[in-house]
């Protein structure tokens, strides 16, 4: 129905009808769970291949950018904030934290939800 929107279980019947294929593991694996995905792995079959490189951000007088490679997110189950970290050796993972972590407050200021951790 329209007020439902889109689900994951959606998307993932939608590939199976356009590739014929089961695409179950991938999805618990990738969307529904949080494990990488090797792209190589993937694009090896048409010729290709990823390189990714990571270089600071800077603000354009060269000063550095606040890293946000850090995303927020809960579940239908468990609504406490918890964070996703894009990169571990972002300065969020040198800092210490991890995937999965519960954000309760920053600065002493309490975070109820990603406007709050934003700010």
């Known amino acids: 129905t329209p007020e439902l929107g889109i689900t994951d279980g959606n998307i993932e019947s939608a590939v199976h009808d356009v590739c014929g294929c089961d695409a179950h593991s991938f999805f618990e694996a990738h969307v529904r769970g949080m ?3 090797d792209f190589n792995r993937y694009f090896r079959t048409i010729g290709l291949r990823a390189h990714v490189s990571w270089v600071p951000a800077l603000n354009k007088d060269g000063t550095p950018k606040p890293d946000l490679r850090l995303f927020l ?3 239908a ?3 406490a904030l918890r964070i996703r970290l894009l990169d571990p050796a972002s300065a969020w993972g ?3 934290l991890h995937t999965g ?3 309760v407050s920053v600065d002493t200021n ?3 939800n990603a406007s709050d951790f934003r700010s």
């Open 35 to 37: 494990q990488s995905i």
């Open 73 to 75: 997110f809960n579940t």
């Open 77 to 79: 189950t468990d609504p």
């Open 94 to 96: 040198r800092a210490g």
């Open 101 to 103: 972590d519960r954000l």
């Open 110 to 112: 309490p975070v109820t």
